[in-house]
C-alpha cells in the first residue's frame, strides 16, 4: 500500500511540473529534443518535433545519409545540445531558440565526407500548433 501511494503522488508530481512548464521552457525542450535527435541522425525521433513540411525536408537528408556518415557519428559520440537564450513573440504561437550544439557530424550532401565538428550556434524556429511546439525549418 506504501507503495501505491508513493506511486500516486509521483505522478501527481510529474503532472504538477509538466502543467507548470511555460510556453518558452516548452519550446526550449522541443528545440532541444529536436538538435538531440537530428543531429544524432535519429531522423524518426526528430519528425515527432517537426511541421509536416520540415518532415519532407528530413526525409531528404535522411534519404541522403549513408553508412559512413553513421559510422562518423559512432566515433564522435554523444551530440551536446544547450539553450544559449529563447523568445516566444507575441500570441505564444512562435518561438526562436538559440542553442550551442558539440560534437555533432557536420554531413556532406555533395558526396563528400562526414566530418566531426566541435561547436556551433544555431537557432531553430518553432510555431505551436494544438499546444505542441514544432521545429519549422521554412521560418
Not at 18 to 27: G, I, L, V
Not at 85 to 108: C, F, M, R, W
Not at 109 to 119: Q, R, S, V
Request: glycine share 4%; with cysteine; proline share 3%.
Amino acid at each position: 500500500m506504501k507503495k501505491v501511494k508513493q506511486l500516486i503522488l509521483l505522478i501527481l508530481v510529474s503532472f504538477v511540473s509538466a502543467c507548470s512548464q511555460t510556453p518558452q521552457d516548452k519550446a526550449e525542450d522541443a528545440a532541444v529534443r529536436f538538435s538531440k535527435a537530428m543531429y544524432g541522425l535519429n531522423f524518426d525521433e526528430a519528425k515527432e518535433f517537426c511541421t509536416p513540411d520540415a518532415e519532407k525536408i528530413l526525409v531528404f537528408i535522411a534519404s541522403n545519409t549513408n553508412d559512413e556518415d553513421l559510422n562518423t557519428l559512432k566515433k564522435a559520440g554523444d551530440v551536446k545540445v544547450s539553450v544559449i537564450e529563447s523568445t516566444v513573440y507575441p500570441g505564444d504561437s512562435t518561438a526562436t531558440v538559440k542553442l550551442k550544439i558539440s560534437n555533432y557530424v557536420q554531413l556532406n550532401m555533395m558526396g563528400g565526407k562526414p566530418a566531426i565538428e566541435k561547436e556551433k550556434q544555431e537557432e531553430v524556429d518553432l510555431v505551436r500548433i494544438n499546444d505542441k511546439w514544432l521545429v519549422d525549418l521554412h521560418n
